[in-house]
């Protein structure tokens, strides 16, 4: 058994209205179903969803403030004002900067820009350098992707005289700035269409309603970055922009966006929103994490290839050195944590912080705890001359950070953000009540519901269905991204024809996999760990992309694996392993690690009196031991105390003596989710072999002929191993049967045969019985394939059950 990462549900679906649909817009049924499940059965929706673009956006003077907005702006152009560009250090920042930029260039304004330094001023609006561009005669600010909380700033700035257009998207604040224009499609009153948009969105929209319909379509390159770098929902406006954006960047009008493409490794053809959010953003956000974001826009604005492949190298260099910095951090909140852990326990909101932590990565550090331990999770660095902590949040759904950290206000320098993810400031004498403050609200809100991640799937489907026509169908529903991620499509009983890992350190995973005679490869990013625990042939049920995996000018469809689960119980063949004791410890290791292993526990099974009790270091483990009266019993006081039912992974480190004992073990351990056999293979001359009447017959003429006045045991035993060919240990059992029904004499050494047997059947004897069961069960054991004793073991659980 192999415990899925994520509880998968699936998508409420219609097939009336999916079938109604694709007779609608003449199209195939799969993808008809997939726009109903995303909520778009009305043949409009399906259609603008599909077929919508540039043309088909709102209106840009529908947003509340660009009435104001746009003539202030003409106004300033017209008479030669200076106007600020006040943007932010993220890759939406830098692309709501960038585009600003070439806005005044196409208008002809005079212009400069300003984005804060991240870890040396922070977010947000800085009353020092409102200051600064004063004196320097600037009289209008607009700001991009953020503002909308600058109270204090916005009113410096209108006490000297300097007008401040806002254009955000972030949460607005309960009291909001008195600025000259506030553009914001979130603001309450705001009654514009589409909430969903970026903070370069919002610029781009700006600029649609200063330029109309000579807004050039290349600056749809800008918006798309942005808006797949900051996780907007790529439904609505903000998926025409992207269609578009995407469409344009594999011939880019900026060098700096094709420099960054090739860095990222990109060389030519389609541009999708994976390499965007993958290659593109990474590197733009290095910019401002380990340097200043001016670099990245500098890289966005270049008017030659030369200095445009120059500042991307720089960049990608900046970004392996984010990996690393990362990385070390990740490692050293994982200690705090586990730390807390075994002192306090694991708390529903985690904060961790650490001195001269890189606060330009904290959101990284703070995703990555958050996918580890799936809670809302804070990362701070802690200055430490001035004590200041600045951090980043990330939270799970139905936890809203935003408003957790409204109710910490007072403790909190500065904030802001959205629901999902958000950045704060404090010192570091606050920093326990803030974690206090947090779990407290927390409390009436989160549920252990919450700390379970789901994963909604599209649909249910066989490898049949998946085909590269199916799959080419499935494109037209991309980009895909936040609110429209690729299809999820749930395949249940795939049998594992093929397993392996790849990748550096073998972190990945590549599976084959059948079903009716289709086979289908699959790969599993990341889950390379899980290969160890996947048996030949297990029958597999996973979440996964559907794709085309083209190589040496062959197409054939791929499946990468979102989650993956086994049912049944599976059986690991480690069988005449030459060290037991070191693999035994070694994959108890590897098990103890995994969450997919479930939260059972692991015990080992022997027979009384065994050498692994002396040999094997089991002072830890749970040992229980064969019985052939009640199946099996406690070794050890841990198997005593832990209970039978505890068990989820079983080592078998020797094979019964009697059946009895074999079978009642299966029914006893109720719990198993995997047996690993480790049990040394028997020699040849100690196989058994099922009996049958032709042989005991012929066992029995030989005795008859043989000792009939008596002979001593050993000689007859070896005279019948030497005439039948079967082994030493299969004629001993034999002659207890024969023993049992009376047939034989066995008395001081010496065998013979019974003067007046009573006539019984063979199968009237236990030992008879017993002697089937056992050759049964070791024939299995010894010799069967891994699939044949998983089939084998799962109908006598069914059985005992």
């Not at 580890?372 to 200055?383: D, N, S």
């Not at 009697?658 to 073990?665: D, F």
């Amino acid at each position: 058994m192999l415990h899925a990462k994520y509880r998968w549900t699936q998508l409420p679906y219609d097939e009336e209205a999916a079938r109604r649909l694709a007779g609608q817009l003449n199209i195939s049924p799969l993808l008809a179903s997939l726009l109903v499940t995303r909520e778009m059965e009305s043949p409009e929706k399906a259609e603008l969803f599909l077929r919508g673009s540039l043309a088909d956006q709102h209106d840009p003077m529908l947003l509340s403030g660009m009435k104001e907005a746009v003539p202030r702006i003409r106004r300033a152009v017209e008479n030669g004002e200076r106007i600020l560009i006040y943007g932010d250090y993220d890759a939406d920042g830098v692309s709501s900067t960038t585009l600003m930029i070439y806005l005044m260039r196409h208008l002809g304004a005079t212009y400069d820009y300003y984005i804060p330094h991240r870890t040396k001023e922070g977010y947000g609006l800085h009353i020092p350098v409102l200051e600064h561009y004063h004196k320097k005669g600037f009289t209008l600010i607009v700001t991009v992707d953020t503002g909308i909380s600058a109270v204090e700033q916005v009113a410096y700035a209108n006490a000297v005289g300097m007008d401040v257009i806002v254009t955000d998207h972030h949460e607005p604040p309960a009291v909001l700035p008195e600025a000259y224009a506030l553009i914001n499609p979130k603001l309450p009153y705001c009654t514009y269409p589409f909430k969903g948009l970026a903070g370069v969105g919002v610029a781009y929209k700006l600029a649609q309603a200063l330029l109309g319909e000579d807004t050039p379509i290349a600056w749809t390159e800008l918006a798309a970055l942005g808006t797949i770098a900051d996780l907007m929902p790529l439904t609505g406006e903000n998926r025409m922009i992207v269609k578009s954006g995407l469409a344009s960047m594999e011939r880019s009008a900026f060098p700096g966006m094709t420099a960054l493409l090739g860095t990222s490794g990109w060389s030519s053809g389609e541009v999708t929103s994976t390499a965007v959010a993958f290659g593109l953003a990474p590197r733009i956000n290095a910019s401002g994490r380990m340097s200043h974001a001016n670099r990245a826009v500098a890289l966005l604005t270049a008017e030659n290839m030369e200095e445009a492949e120059a500042i991307a190298e720089e960049l990608d260099v900046l970004n392996k050195e984010r990996q690393i910095i990362v990385e070390d951090m990740v490692q050293e909140a994982l200690q705090q944590l586990e730390s807390q852990e075994q002192s306090e326990g694991l708390p529903d909101v985690i904060v961790v912080a650490g001195e001269g932590w890189n606060a330009g990565v904290v959101g990284i550090v703070a995703s990555k705890l958050l996918e580890r331990y799936y809670r809302p999770t804070i990362v701070l660095g802690i200055h430490p001359e001035t004590g200041e902590c600045k951090g980043s949040a990330r939270s799970i759904p139905g936890f809203d950070i935003y408003e957790a950290l409204t109710d910490c206000a007072d403790l909190l320098d500065h904030f802001g953000g959205h629901p999902s993810a958000a950045g704060m400031s404090l010192s570091r004498e606050r920093l326990e009540e803030f974690g206090r403050r947090l779990n407290a609200f927390a409390a009436g809100r989160l549920t252990p519901e919450h700390f379970v991640p789901v994963l909604e799937t599209d649909l249910t489907c066989s490898l049949k269905d998946i085909t590269l026509q199916a799959i080419e169908q499935l494109q037209q529903l991309a980009p895909f991204g936040m609110a429209n991620t690729c299809p999820r499509l749930l395949l249940r009983g795939l049998k594992l024809l093929e397993c392996r890992q790849m990748g550096k350190d073998g972190k990945h995973l590549k599976l084959i996999l059948g079903q009716n005679g289709k086979t289908v490869e699959a790969v599993a990013f990341g889950k390379g760990e899980l290969a160890p625990l996947l048996s030949e042939e297990a029958r597999i049920d996973i979440v996964a992309e559907a794709s085309v995996n083209e190589w040496n000018g062959s197409r054939k469809p791929q499946l990468m694996i979102q989650d993956l689960a086994v049912s049944h119980l599976q059986v690991f063949d480690y069988r005449g392993s030459r060290n037991p004791s070191q693999l035994l410890e070694e994959l108890r290791g590897k098990l103890d690690k995994l969450p997919a292993c479930g939260s059972g526990a692991s015990a080992v099974i022997v027979n009384e009196g065994s050498a692994f009790f002396h040999t094997l270091d089991l002072k830890e483990t749970p040992i229980w031991v064969y019985d052939k009266n009640v199946g099996v019993r406690p070794g050890n006081e841990l198997a005593q105390t832990a209970g039978i039912h505890a068990a989820s992974t079983l080592f078998v480190l020797e094979l019964p003596d009697a059946p009895e004992s074999w079978t009642g073990m299966v029914s006893a351990f109720t719990g198993l989710e995997r047996i690993y056999m480790l049990h040394s293979l028997r020699a040849p001359q100690e196989r058994i072999e099922p009996p049958s009447r032709d042989h005991f017959k012929l066992v029995y003429s030989l005795i008859y002929r043989g000792a009939g006045q008596g002979l001593p045991e050993e000689e007859l035993l070896a005279a019948l191993v030497k005439r039948t060919g079967w082994s030493k240990r299969m004629v001993e059992m034999a002659l207890g049967v024969f023993e049992e029904l009376g047939f034989i004499i066995r008395a001081s050494g010496m065998i013979r045969i019974h003067p007046s047997p009573s006539k019984q059947a063979l199968e009237t004897s236990s030992r008879y019985r017993e002697l089937g069961l056992l050759a049964e069960i070791e024939q299995m054991l010894q010799y069967g394939r891994v699939p044949e004793i998983t089939e084998w073991m799962l109908t006598h659980i069914q059985g005992a059950s």
